[in-house]
């Protein structure tokens, strides 16, 4: 079977990857922007949104679990183009993602200094995160709906609608950023609280336009009430066992995240400033790879779907091949820049060291991370093989990150750039271990065939 990446293969990427990339990249921005426009009020600061963001991380990551597991059904079920199965899982998917996320904001609006206080010990970086964390928490329940309506546009090739709710969005948080943290055209300089209400608003906007054009031009995501209530129990055991797995993989990978970035907090305010900045670089330069991993999920779902397991195949091969392929030129780029990173904030000279360093070793393992997100956001998930992506993603950060960061960072105190080395070796044994998994077919599973017996379309009676 022929893996090379051809001209009709690249020509689909293309149209499916770039928009979602592009999305990515501006809310990837928006972060950067935020950490640069804090980064001069100082380390403080910086460490203060970075912790508060933590808590927006396990959202992103609940929500993002919850909709990439219902994202491999809508996949495969457009492409039978069966709309009104789409229509009951885009309805559960808010249901449940809206109730989680209004549970958290209640939390982080209540007990902020608390949430922060679980990372750090610094009284400073606790008072002005919970200011932080206080504001932004209203943001979570519309990030919810978003993130439903948007996994319908994507699942079923429709990226254009977020992609535009997203520029939207970055251009107003950096207008408001502006205006809200250093006071201008009359408004008070409100700091880490104005990057809250900035962000706030923006989210809110793109909530709106992301709603108002799905039903104003008609796309799959504009389902009817009726149709988002109309749910039945084979599809909803369907869903549960497909989905749950995914669910746990983000949140597991997520706290896991947290977990590491609470290790680096109790090292240094410079160590977790440093990687909070080379974390936000990193994301931007994964958005090439993240728009590629959701492309390689919507092709091989469709693929599969419409009953072409053989195409499936070849698929996953060509995204194989191509990702870390790309990787390596992009990680070369970084480490050619690393350098010019500490620049553009106003931090001290052990925290530009450390951002370089970091920077440098994230260049090193970057073609293993690219290939890692290919196999389990795209090949994996794509195919419906969501318990082998949760051990895989979940077992490299419990089992191998997170012990190395604990005992090389808090009990052998080594060089911060050692644990940062460790920690990311993960990475690399994931890669290898999701080859032998795409090899083996192990991982297809056509999600759009009926149970025997028990019809998708029909509760049992």
């Not at 429709?158 to 992609?163: D, N, Q």
């Not at 072409?308 to 390596?328: D, H, I, K, Y």
């Not at 990680?331 to 060291?353: D, E, K, N």
């Amino acid at each position: 079977m022929n893996i090379r990446p051809d001209r009709k293969f690249l020509a689909s990427l293309v149209s499916l990857a770039l928009p979602i990339a592009a999305q990515s990249f501006l809310l990837s921005s928006v972060n950067l922007i935020d950490n640069f426009m804090i980064g001069r009020l100082g380390e403080s600061s910086i460490a203060a949104v970075a912790l508060g963001n933590q808590v927006y991380f396990l959202v992103m990551m609940l929500l993002f679990g919850v909709t990439s597991g219902a994202g491999i059904f809508v996949s495969q079920f457009w492409g039978k183009k069966d709309l009104a199965t789409i229509h009951r899982i885009q309805g559960l998917t808010l249901l449940v993602s809206f109730s989680a996320c209004l549970l958290v904001s209640l939390s982080a609006v209540t007990i902020p200094a608390r949430l922060i206080g679980l990372l750090t010990t610094d009284k400073a970086v606790i008072r002005e995160g919970a200011q932080y964390l206080r504001i932004v928490a209203f943001s979570y329940p519309l990030t919810a709906i978003t993130f439903s309506f948007v996994m319908v546009l994507r699942s079923c090739g429709f990226t254009r609608i977020p992609f535009n709710a997203a520029a939207a969005a970055l251009s107003t948080n950096v207008v408001l950023n502006a205006v809200l943290i250093f006071g201008m055209f009359g408004f008070p300089a409100l700091g880490v609280r104005g990057a809250a209400l900035g962000t706030l608003i923006a989210r809110a906007l793109e909530t709106c336009i992301i709603i108002v054009l799905s039903y104003r031009r008609d796309r799959p995501s504009a389902a009817p009430l009726k149709g988002l209530i109309d749910w039945n129990m084979p599809l909803i055991r369907r869903i549960r066992k497909t989905s749950l797995p995914v669910v746990f993989n983000e949140i597991g990978w997520s706290t896991g995240m947290v977990v590491l970035n609470s290790v680096f907090a109790r090292i240094g305010t410079e160590a977790i400033a440093a990687r909070n900045i080379a974390d936000t670089v990193f994301r931007m330069l994964m958005v090439l790879f993240v728009g590629m991993g959701n492309g390689a999920h919507i092709m091989i779902g469709n693929a599969i779907g419409s009953g072409n397991e053989q195409s499936a195949r070849r698929l996953a091969g060509q995204f194989s091949l191509l990702s870390p392929m790309t990787a390596v030129c992009t990680g070369t780029v970084l480490a050619a820049v690393s350098p010019l990173v500490p620049q553009m904030f106003s931090v001290s000279p052990v925290t530009s060291r450390y951002i370089i360093q970091f920077l440098l070793i994230i260049a090193l393992v970057f073609p293993f991370k690219a290939l890692s997100i290919i196999q389990i956001v795209g090949i994996f998930r794509g195919g419906g093989d969501t318990r082998f992506s949760m051990a895989l993603d979940v077992g490299g950060v419990w089992l191998i990150g997170i012990p190395l960061a604990i005992t090389s960072g808090l009990i052998l105190q080594w060089p911060v750039w050692l644990v940062f080395l460790l920690a990311s070796s993960e990475e690399i044994i994931k890669s290898v271990i999701g080859i032998y998994r795409t090899i083996s077919d192990k991982w297809i599973n056509n999600l759009t065939e009926d149970e025997p017996g028990i019809p998708l379309d029909k509760a049992p009676k």
